[in-house]
């Protein structure tokens, strides 16, 4: 199984710093994937001692198991899981990687996570759709933005699925939660929990300081929070 | 700017989160009969919504909003802000003791603006969605966006 990754940079950039930058995410891949067997993450699972960056990886979703009040919690699958958090981290990577090259202007997307930094053009933000829940051809609403990661949870795509480490069970009444913020890592984490959370999702969506979300019903309604507005 | 590079590998696996597909209930049931506010209504019940501060901080204000009627109860709002981050919302049932209600987010409508969905077709760059595999991908919002950029 293949996670298709789009990297867009608008800059004059040295191609071989492209190169470095899918060569961290197959690092990434490669150290925290759960479905090779002996993955520094599986060796952890087992009690190995992680690297740096595994460890600050793992205490960055302890510090987000606490914020969500366990609703985002890399146990939550019976085995020790942080990808929910890792594809945001990863492209945040992978951005510092292309800026460190010179790109300021740079749209990345991998498995529905988006991060954007700058323009598309001079004076013309990147536009960040958000995917329509029952209509493959359509968005539900659109993001202006320039600096911004955008993760979406949601249960509407063939195989999808996010367990509630509290009851056990899918969520539900929510189509998808959509968390835009200045981390893509977190706003991965937090759009896991408020999905997980089900229909006091929205609500504790509010309390996210400078992460706004949007968040998609089964009977048809839209609740976005304050700061998603200043976004549309 | 004059350059664009742009570039699309698959890189395997554990980017993805593990999934199975999810039915999707309809939320309400029949809501309860709730009875007429009183006009001297007994000890309201206070719900809160459990947050946390994090790194908030300046002056502690709270305010108190209308008086809410939904399909489901009469409830007001409580927020306060700490600075200028919302750190807690009550809601203050006035409904009646024993009525469950099965609001959905009621404590959140003043808080949270709701609108109808709607299906868009404007031109966009690229797509924030539920996690899909490389299967779905080629069937995917994202991976028309990709083709029809080249």
Request: charged share 25%; hydrophobic share 40%; aromatic share 4%.
């Amino acid at each position: 199984m293949g996670i298709p990754i789009g990297i867009d940079v608008r800059d004059d950039v040295d191609p071989r710093a492209l190169d470095r930058a899918f060569d961290h995410l197959r690092w990434v891949d490669a150290t925290f994937s759960t479905y090779v067997p002996d993955s520094e993450i599986a060796r952890v699972d087992s009690g190995a001692e992680p690297s740096p960056p595994v460890r600050a990886v793992l205490a960055r979703c302890d510090a987000l198991r606490r914020r969500t009040d366990g609703r985002f919690d890399v146990h939550a699958n019976g085995r020790l899981d942080p990808s929910g958090y890792v594809k945001g981290w990863a492209l945040e990577g992978a951005a510092a990687i292309l800026a460190d090259a010179g790109a300021r202007n740079l749209c990345l997307h991998a498995g529905g996570d988006v991060l954007v930094r700058g323009e598309r053009a001079p004076g013309r933000p990147w536009r960040v759709g958000i995917q329509h829940p029952l209509r493959r051809d359509r968005v539900a609403a659109v993001l202006a933005a320039r600096n911004l990661g955008v993760a979406t949870s949601g249960a509407y795509e063939r195989g999808a699925h996010i367990i509630d480490p509290r009851s056990g069970r899918p969520p539900e009444g929510v189509l998808s939660v959509t968390v835009a913020g200045p981390d893509l890592g977190t706003a991965d984490a937090y759009a896991t929990a408020a999905f997980a959370m089900g229909l006091e999702g929205p609500g504790w969506t509010a309390t996210l300081g400078d992460y706004a979300a949007l968040t998609i019903l089964a009977d048809g309604r839209v609740l976005s929070t304050p700061g998603l507005d200043r976004l549309l | 700017m004059t350059g664009r590079v742009v570039a699309r590998r698959a890189v395997p696996a554990a980017l993805a989160t593990v999934a199975v597909a999810a039915l999707l209930a309809n939320v309400r049931s029949r809501p309860p009969v709730i009875p007429a506010p009183r006009v001297t209504p007994p000890e309201p019940e206070v719900r809160r919504v459990s947050t946390r501060p994090a790194t908030a901080s300046g002056p502690v204000r709270t305010g108190t909003g209308r008086i809410v009627t939904t399909p489901f109860s009469v409830i007001q709002v409580r927020v306060t802000l700490t600075g200028k981050q919302l750190t807690r919302v009550e809601t203050v049932e006035l409904s009646g003791t024993g009525a469950r209600t099965q609001a959905i987010n009621a404590h959140a409508e003043p808080i949270l603006r709701e609108e109808a969905l709607k299906a868009g077709t404007a031109r966009i760059d690229v797509v924030s969605g539920a996690t899909y595999t490389s299967e779905s991908y080629r069937d995917s919002l994202q991976s028309a966006i990709d083709r029809a950029r080249g």
